[in-house]
Each structure stands twice: as C-alpha cells, then as structure tokens.
C-alpha cells in the first residue's frame, strides 16, 4: 500500500522539511527580484535583496542540521533514511550554487555585460527559478502522498534542466563571440563563473528530482515496516 512521506518522518521532520523548503524558495525569489533590479538599473534596492539571499542562506544551515538530526535519529530502514538525507543534501546544493550566484552578482558590474550576455543570463536564471519552484509543489505533493503529481513535476524539472544545458552551452558560445566588448578580461571570467553557479544549481535540482522519484518509486509505493 502507498504511503506518504509524512507516514514515514516524523511530525517535527515534516515541518522542518517545510520549513527549509520555504526558506530555499524564498531565497531564490529574492535572488531573481535583485536580478530583475539589476535590469532596471536599481542596483542599491539589488544589492540590498542580494545581500538577504546569502543571510537566508546562512540561516538554513541551522534549520537543514535540525533537519538532518531528525532524520538520523528516526526509526527509518538504513537504505530510505539514506535517501531521505541525500535528498536533502541535493536540496541545500542549489541553495548554496544560488548563494554562490548572488555573491557573483555583488561584485560583477552587470549593466556592462554585453545585452546578447545578459539575456542569456536571465534566461538561465529563470530556468532555476522555475525549476526550483516544481520542486517545491512536488514536496508538497509528497508529504501528502500526492505521488502521480509529484512525479510529473520531478518530469519537468528533468526537462527544464536540459533547456538549461541549451542555454549554457549558448551563453558560453557568446562570451567567445563577443570577447572584444568585454572590458576588462577579468569581466569575462566573472560571467562565467556566475553562469556556472547557475548552471550548477539547475543540475542541483535535477539531482533533487532524481531522489525525489527514487523515493515516489523505490519506498513509498510500498509498505514500510519500521
């Protein structure tokens, strides 16, 4: 018989699962706010919303230990609990590449990045948002045990990661095609190195979902014994 993820965590692991979800889905809406600012040449409002995304994330470190504590000290069979925690862990990967992002943002003069650059940019960037938005509802769609419609997010946020590949290969391809406007050289390697955090994080949740249909497929389609 299925059951749920709340069927197996315990009630004070399922709010902390919750908990830890909101503030990573917070963090990256405040992250794709500042770039939205950026855009509108808002850069002191951009700055002030970039400096929240790294205090946010330096936050979760305490709600993802007690998280983690929950998980370790419950009765789970070794093998679920393993996955349970290496879901997580995936989960606290795209906070962190999204963390690495906004200090990318800080420093980096963005309005001088070249306009063909900077689009592609934000369409990475919205990519992440995007898919770090499914994986939040599928959560929800777990803990209740919802699983066909947190299957078909985890599907999309699959297909979402491989646009984002498409987008990488072509932001990558025009730091090439426009290297004499960027000024300085030290520029060119900012840029990439923001679109590699972002690429990071959209491959972050990839592996979310990843462990997120092992757990729908292996564990909660049939009954625990714990």
């Not at 808002?42 to 929240?52: F, N």
Request: net charge negative; aromatic share 4%; glycine share 2%.
């Amino acid at each position: 018989m299925p059951v749920s993820l709340s069927d197996l965590l315990p009630e004070d692991g399922i709010k902390a699962l919750r908990k830890y979800v909101e503030n990573l889905t917070k963090s990256v809406d405040l992250f794709a706010k500042s770039l939205k600012l950026l855009n509108e040449v808002r850069i002191g409002d951009a700055r002030s919303l970039l400096a929240e995304v790294v205090k946010k994330r330096n936050e979760a470190n305490q709600e993802r230990l007690k998280l983690i504590e929950i998980i370790e000290n419950s009765r789970l069979e070794p093998s679920v609990k393993e996955d349970i925690l290496h879901f997580v862990k995936r989960l606290d990967a795209i906070g962190d590449h999204v963390k690495e992002a906004a200090r990318e943002l800080t420093i980096m003069p963005y309005l001088e990045i070249p306009h063909p650059i900077r689009e592609g940019l934000n369409k990475l960037a919205d990519k992440v948002v995007l898919a770090v938005s499914h994986i939040a509802e599928a959560v929800d769609h777990l803990i209740n045990g919802e699983h066909e419609k947190s299957l078909e997010l985890v599907n999309r946020v699959l297909e979402i990661e491989e646009e984002a590949d498409r987008i990488d290969v072509e932001n990558r391809g025009r730091l090439i095609e426009f290297s004499e406007a960027i000024k300085p050289c030290t520029l060119a390697i900012l840029i990439h190195d923001f679109n590699r955090d972002l690429e990071n994080a959209a491959d972050a949740c990839a592996e979310t979902a990843d462990y997120m249909h092992i757990l729908i497929t292996t564990w909660l389609q049939i009954e625990m014994i714990v």
